[in-house]
């Protein structure tokens, strides 16, 4: 006998942290639960961030076979970046799969879900909703019975200025309370088979208060007032929430927490275009003092509600460039003649220019003699393999721990050729901690080994064990692969594998995006760290 699926989505949850806070008795609920259960690391995809993340959680798909690589994404044929979207998901989604079976579903708040699909079921947007005075949901009429339930409703918290590290700790806090009284609502209000629900406050609260936690870390000093119990106070939080949310759900059902990459220190920033502008590869338009005027005056534009346009794009003369950053995560784009408007470098010209930039940042070390600062330079068309490569940056860079490679989108920060190493890697960056590829993943119901810590599960391999699960088939297209190891021999017997063709699902319609919600998403995702 089973009775559907409970899924519940912790942003950016790490064992290292959770780890000590089960061992001193601080999360009793998700302690109790992995007595029962096959749980262990969840290894996320590259790059490790959020919409890509959630995104093949969702689809069983790579980023290359889903479309969504960052959160915000290169236009082809231009030098424009627009924000992405659930409407850019190029995959059907789990929701849309189990409707497809006449399976209920209710999602809550996933990333990258606006516009909600039409599915079977209820759906409300998360962080990718441009919206902060409305709810995105489906139905559309589900929003005024969910505000006049929970009025405090909202996608996002309220903006607080980082100086005030007590009060933005509280309204994380008071983000999961808020989350999980909607969830409980939903859970009562409807008859479900899948049950979704993503919680955010651990991701931002990682970014922001790892220092204060982690008692090694090179920038604690500089947090003031230290917090050493904000992250406990965060995850703590979580547990209770899990502990309120699991009430509505039977014996019978499949309970699974996970995440979408874990969480480690960040230390130090390096930032792409003044390195690739201090050694030659791009030529700046402006000069420091006007660079830093016209960020000003575009910074108070944004605020009176007139974006400008070249916000979204680098400052450069692109007839002299020949290589450019832009993106929250290590991307590098060539300015190639034939794809880009004003392309410099031919495309014969690429694989010689790839291997010379590959040689050129794997000499940036930390300090005179210490680590590389980038691990590795991946090729986007191999890295991103798939339907949608053609929308991957020519190199994705994954740096050494503790450190952050990123594109500035607003402006390219002056820097003189053959610059110094002050202008492009830096301390001064208000995250402490950063994403990690390893996340989390627990399993406990009917038919699941209990008490086993798995290994080798991916990210991708949540879709198909879920369809497995429930008896249904998994459509072949995908990259991920059932977690048989978490089943028991029986239960999974009675399940023999079944695959289906790809099967297409109207997604929701893409909608245009006004300018208002440009500056709001840009805002965004200032407040929480990812742009300049």
């Known amino acids: 006998m089973i009775d559907g699926v409970f899924l519940i989505g912790m942003d950016g949850a790490t064992w290292s942290v959770m780890d000590p806070l089960i061992s001193a008795g601080q999360m009793p609920h998700i302690a109790a639960l ?107 009429n589900l929003s005024e019975e969910l505000l006049k339930a929970i009025p405090e409703y909202s996608v996002m918290p309220p903006r607080v200025p980082l100086r005030r590290r007590r009060e933005r700790l509280e309204v994380l806090l008071e983000l999961t309370r808020m989350r999980t009284k909607a969830g409980i609502w939903l859970a009562q209000r409807e008859t479900w088979d899948f049950f979704m629900i993503q919680f955010s406050a ?32 965060v995850y703590t939080e979580l547990d209770r929430a899990v502990g309120q949310l699991l009430k509505h759900a039977s014996p019978d059902t499949l309970i699974m927490l996970v995440s979408d990459h874990g969480f480690g220190p960040m230390h130090s920033l390096l930032l792409l275009n003044p390195w690739l502008a201090g050694k030659g590869y791009l030529e700046p338009r402006e000069s420091s003092l006007l660079s830093s005027l016209a960020k000003k005056v575009r910074h108070k534009l944004s605020h009176s509600g007139d974006l400008v346009k070249t916000d979204w794009a680098p400052r450069v003369e692109w007839t002299d460039t020949q290589v450019y950053s832009a993106g929250t995560c290590g991307n590098l784009f060539f300015n190639l003649k034939g794809r880009e408007p004003s392309g410099t470098v031919e495309p014969s010209e690429r694989a010689a220019l790839i291997e010379k930039i590959k040689e050129e940042l794997g000499s940036i070390r930390q300090g005179e003699e210490g680590a590389p600062v980038v691990v590795s330079a991946l090729e986007g068309e191999r890295l991103f393999e798939g339907p949608y490569s053609g929308l991957a940056p020519d190199l994705w860079l994954e740096t050494s721990p503790g450190v952050h490679a990123i594109g500035s989108l607003q402006n390219v920060p002056y820097a003189p050729r053959g610059g110094t190493r002050g202008g492009w890697f830096t301390e001064k960056h208000p995250w402490t901690g950063n994403h990690h590829p390893d996340g989390i993943l627990l399993m406990k119901g009917p038919g699941i080994v209990g008490n086993q810590k798995l290994s080798h599960a991916l990210l991708v391999d949540i879709l198909p064990t879920v369809l497995r699960w429930l008896d249904l088939p998994i459509p072949q297209d995908i990259d991920g692969y059932c977690l048989e190891n978490a089943f028991q021999d029986d239960f999974l017997a009675a399940r023999p594998l079944r695959l289906d063709e790809p099967v297409r699902v109207n997604s929701a319609k893409k909608l245009a995006e006004s300018e208002r919600e440009r500056i709001e998403m840009a805002e965004r995702l200032r407040d929480l760290g990812y742009l300049g």
């Open 202 to 233: 651990t991701d931002v609260a990682q970014h922001f208060y790892w220092a204060d936690w982690d008692l090694d870390h090179p920038g604690r000093a500089r947090q003031k007032p230290l917090l050493p119990e904000a992250l406990p106070k």
């Open 34 to 140: 992995r007595e029962e259960a096959s749980w262990g690391v969840l290894r996320s995809v590259k790059p490790y961030v959020s919409p890509p993340a959630w995104t093949s959680l969702v689809t069983g798909k790579r980023p290359g076979g889903h479309a969504i690589l960052d959160f915000i994404t290169k236009e082809p044929g231009q030098y424009s970046m627009k924000l992405s979207r659930g409407g850019d998901r190029g995959a059907a989604a789990l929701w849309s799969l189990l409707s497809v079976h006449g399976m209920h579903c209710c999602v809550a708040n996933v990333t990258m879900s606006f516009p909600p699909d039409p599915i079977d079921g209820i759906m409300i947007s998360g962080l990718d909703c441009p919206w902060r005075d409305k709810i995105a949901t489906h139905p559309e």
